[in-house]
Nanobody, 116 residues
Framework: QLQLVESGGGLVQPGGSLRLSCTVS????????MGWYRQAPGKERELVALITAGGGEDYAEFVKGRLTMSRANAENTVYLQMNSLKPSDTAVYYCNAHFQVGWSYWGQGTQVTGSS
């Protein structure tokens, strides 16, 4: 069973940057679509960005041009570079690994807080 551990969250001023990391253990990451999701207080979890096993990328409209996702299969790690952060980016950010057969695994989340 895959285990995902996120790190890199924190408090940041508007316009600041953070880089989130998600390390996957117990193998198999190279076969997965990897995604970053976020959940703000009182709201549903929403997709931020994903990269398929083949390298295809997709970003939510609200982060295009500000956030960049990358994956390093050899390191079993995915990253989310977050620039020009806004207070509205405040949320718990979750990493997800999804296999085509339907298996899906989540990390415990990391808090990102954009101060106003």
């Amino acid at each position: 069973q895959l285990q995902l551990v996120e790190s890199g969250g924190g408090l940041v001023q508007p316009g600041g940057s953070l880089r989130l990391s998600c390390t996957v253990s117990n193998g198999g990451m190279s076969f997965c679509t990897m995604g970053w999701y976020r959940q703000a207080p009182g709201k549903e979890r929403e997709l931020v960005a994903l990269i398929t096993a083949g390298g295809g990328e997709d970003y939510a409209e609200f982060v295009k041009g500000r956030l960049t996702m990358s994956r390093a299969n050899a390191e079993n790690t995915v990253y989310l570079q977050m620039n020009s952060l806004k207070p509205s980016d405040t949320a718990v950010y979750y990493c997800n690994a999804h296999f085509q057969v339907g298996w899906s695994y989540w990390g415990q989340g990391t808090q990102v807080t954009g101060s106003s």
